[in-house]
């Protein structure tokens, strides 16, 4: 069965610092992968997603992931936070052997400092 | 485009009552899909439609949970009877073939 972890549950970071948060996923097939984000009050968004081609995908609010196949990993980050970039984190995996079925990850909450 | 409508957004119940969840898809997406979200964890699928058929309800408990999507659009989740347990959000989503998933805002409900 896929499974997907998250290594942190919580992240407090201060304006302008970077950001990674991990994400490994526990498939050896056809992945794709994607990035939630849910706001505070909010539903979930769609950060960025991977289907294939190049690891490194970009998203939106400046975020990027990198995809590293051997490694199971597809981890977000973002070279300088902001405020309103606090919210939860979460990595998802659709594995197309499983058809259109997502698993997701346990999040992350992330909190940014003014 | 229109995003996925639920309702309703917030229930409060009594344990062993009964309640009903609604879910409109985007237009033209052919899979449905709702999750369960309990406080603090990621989202757990509970059951997936493709058109009006149920794709996967491995993890829908069956002996009080039910969903049906009849004409292939909207859905309904059902809870009867409700269990403490099941305070959670319930978030219906949809998507087209090889796409992302689109969230609705969620049912939050709350067992007493």
Redesign the interface.
């Known amino acids: 069965a896929q499974s997907?972890s998250q290594h942190n549950h919580h992240v407090i970071l201060s304006e302008a610092a970077s950001l990674e948060l991990g994400c490994n996923y526990s498939y050896g097939g056809t992945v794709?992968l994607?990035w939630?984000v849910q706001y505070p009050g909010?539903?979930?968004?769609?950060l960025l997603?991977y289907?294939s081609g190049d690891p490194l995908v970009k998203g939106i609010k400046g975020f990027e992931a990198e995809f590293i196949k051997s490694k199971f990993s597809f981890n977000l980050r973002k070279p300088s936070v902001q405020w309103s970039d606090t919210a939860e984190y979460?990595c998802?995996v659709n594995a197309e052997n499983y058809?259109?079925?997502?698993?997701?990850?346990?999040?992350t909450r992330l909190s940014v400092l003014p | 485009e229109a995003g996925v409508a639920q309702s309703p957004r917030y229930k409060i119940i009594e344990k062993r009552q009964s309640v009903a969840f609604w879910c409109n898809p985007i237009s033209g997406h052919a899979t449905l899909y709702w999750y369960q979200q309990i406080l603090g964890q990621g989202p757990k699928l509970l059951i997936q439609f493709q058109n009006n058929g149920v794709v996967d309800d491995s993890q829908l408990p069956k002996d009080r949970f039910s969903a049906e999507r009849l004409k292939g659009v909207d859905s309904t989740l059902k809870i009867q009877p409700a269990k403490l347990e099941d305070s959670a959000v319930y978030l219906c989503a949809s998507s087209q073939f090889h796409s992302p998933l689109h969230f609705g805002n969620g049912t939050r409900l709350t067992v007493t």
């Open positions: 997907v794709n994607f939630y909010q539903h979930l968004q769609l997603k289907f979460f998802a058809g259109q079925n997502f698993v997701f990850g346990p999040g």
